[in-house]
C-alpha cells in the first residue's frame, strides 16, 4: 500500500462514517386526523377522557452541563461547568379503552442486570455513570393492560435504551424524519442501535406537519381523538424531536422531552447546549411549549431529564 493510500483510507472512512444515520431501521408514516380544530388549550383538553399518568425513574446519570444548557447564552453566565446530575425517566400513560402508552422507554432489564443491554462497544465504554433504577421490564409487568404503543420524544440513545424490553410488533411512534441526521458520532452507534431495534417492527413517523394549530403551537394532532392526549411537534433537538400534552387524572400535563433537558432551561427558557442539533429551530420549538404553559398556568411540566416538575417560567 503506497503511502497516498495510507493517507487515503482514513479519509474515506471518516466520509463514509460522517455520512452515517444512527439507523437504517425501516419507517413508514402515518397521518392522523384530528377531527376538530380547537384555537385554545383549553378547548383542546376540554374531553371527558382522562389518562392515568404514572411516571417512573429508570435510571440516574450523570453528564455534562453545558451539553444540557446552552452556556453560551447570557441567562447562562453564572452556571457552572461541571457535571450535573439527571434522570431517565418513562411516563406510563393509561388510556381508559386505547390501552397502555409508554413515553420513551428508560432502560432495560439485561442493561440493569450488567449484561450490556445491546450496547455496543465503544458506546458502552461512556456508560460507566449510569445507574439503572428500574427496567422497562420491570415497569410493563405491574401494567393492568399491554403495551399498545411506544411514543418516542425522539430517538437519542437514552431514550431507546429500552427497547430490548418492548414486545416485538409494538407500535413505535417518532416525530417525521428523525432517522435522518448524519455524523461521524452516528457511525460508531449503528451497531447499537441495530441491536437495540432488532426484531421491532419499523418506526411510525407521526406526520405532525398536517395537525392543526393551537394557541402559539404551530403543529398538533389529537393522537387518540378525544383530546386526551395531543402530539406536538417540536423540532430543534432533534429533525423530529416530539412533545406531549396530556389530560390526565392528575391534571394537564406537558412532557417536553429535550426541547429542554433541565428544569432551569425551561424556567430561563434557555435550549440545551451541545446535544441539541439546530438552535435557533430548538428556540422557536421551546418558545411555542412555552405558550401551553402561559395559558394553562396550572399545567405541570416535565423536563427531558429532571424528576421534580418544572417551575415558572422567569424570563422575560
Given at each position: 500500500m503506497t503511502n497516498a493510500t495510507h493517507r487515503l483510507v482514513p479519509a474515506v472512512v471518516f466520509l463514509l462514517l460522517s455520512a452515517c444515520a444512527f439507523t437504517t431501521h425501516p419507517t413508514k408514516t402515518e397521518r392522523i386526523?384530528?377531527?376538530?380544530?380547537?384555537?385554545?388549550?383549553?378547548?383542546?383538553?376540554?374531553?371527558?377522557?382522562?389518562?392515568?399518568w404514572e411516571p417512573v425513574l429508570s435510571a440516574k446519570w450523570k453528564v455534562e452541563r453545558k451539553g444540557l444548557i446552552n452556556l453560551e447564552r447570557a441567562e447562562a453566565k453564572d452556571l457552572p461547568k461541571d457535571e450535573m446530575d439527571i434522570v431517565l425517566p418513562v411516563h406510563v400513560l393509561r388510556?381508559?379503552?386505547?390501552?397502555?402508552?409508554?413515553?420513551?422507554?428508560?432502560?432495560?432489564?439485561?442493561?440493569?442486570?450488567g449484561n450490556g443491554?445491546?450496547?455496543?462497544?465503544?458506546?458502552?465504554?461512556?456508560?460507566?455513570a449510569l445507574k439503572p433504577e428500574e427496567s422497562l421490564a420491570s415497569i410493563l409487568k405491574r401494567q393492568p393492560t399491554p403495551l399498545?404503543?411506544?411514543?418516542?420524544?425522539?430517538?437519542?440513545?437514552?431514550?431507546?435504551?429500552?427497547?430490548?424490553?418492548?414486545?416485538?410488533?409494538?407500535?413505535?411512534?417518532?416525530?417525521?424524519?428523525?432517522?435522518?441526521?448524519?455524523?461521524?458520532?452516528?457511525g460508531l452507534?449503528?451497531?447499537?442501535?441495530?441491536?437495540?431495534?432488532?426484531?421491532?417492527?419499523?418506526?411510525?413517523?407521526?406526520?405532525?406537519?398536517?395537525?392543526?394549530a393551537i394557541g402559539g403551537v404551530k403543529h398538533a394532532i389529537d393522537f387518540f381523538g378525544d383530546g386526551s392526549?395531543?402530539?406536538?411537534?417540536?423540532?430543534?433537538?432533534?429533525?423530529?424531536?416530539?412533545?406531549?400534552?396530556?389530560?390526565?387524572?392528575?391534571g394537564f400535563v406537558l412532557f417536553a422531552g429535550d426541547t429542554?433537558?433541565?428544569r432551569w432551561g425551561w424556567e430561563h427558557q434557555v435550549e440545551p447546549g451541545e446535544f441539541t442539533?439546530?438552535?435557533?429551530?430548538?428556540?422557536?420549538?421551546?418558545s411555542q411549549l412555552a405558550s401551553i404553559a402561559k395559558e394553562l398556568p396550572a399545567i405541570t411540566v416535565m423536563t427531558g431529564h429532571e424528576w421534580e416538575p418544572a417551575g415558572a417560567i422567569v424570563a422575560k
Open positions: 386526523t384530528t377531527p376538530r380544530t380547537p384555537t385554545t388549550w383549553a378547548d383542546a383538553l376540554s374531553g371527558a377522557t382522562q389518562l392515568e388510556h381508559p379503552t386505547r390501552g397502555t402508552f409508554i413515553i420513551d422507554t428508560g432502560v432495560s432489564q439485561s442493561l440493569k442486570d443491554g445491546g450496547i455496543a462497544w465503544p458506546v458502552s465504554s461512556f456508560m460507566g399498545a404503543g411506544v411514543l418516542f420524544t425522539h430517538l437519542h440513545l437514552d431514550h431507546v435504551m429500552g427497547l430490548p424490553d418492548v414486545p416485538a410488533g409494538t407500535p413505535l411512534y417518532t416525530g417525521p424524519a428523525e432517522t435522518t441526521p448524519t455524523s461521524f458520532q452516528n452507534m449503528r451497531s447499537t442501535y441495530a441491536n437495540l431495534f432488532k426484531g421491532q417492527q419499523p418506526t411510525t413517523e407521526l406526520d405532525v406537519s398536517q395537525g392543526v392526549l395531543w402530539v406536538v411537534a417540536s423540532p430543534g433537538h432533534t429533525p423530529g424531536s416530539l412533545a406531549y400534552v396530556a389530560n390526565t387524572s392528575k429542554s433537558h433541565t442539533g439546530d438552535h435557533a429551530q430548538n428556540v422557536d420549538s421551546l
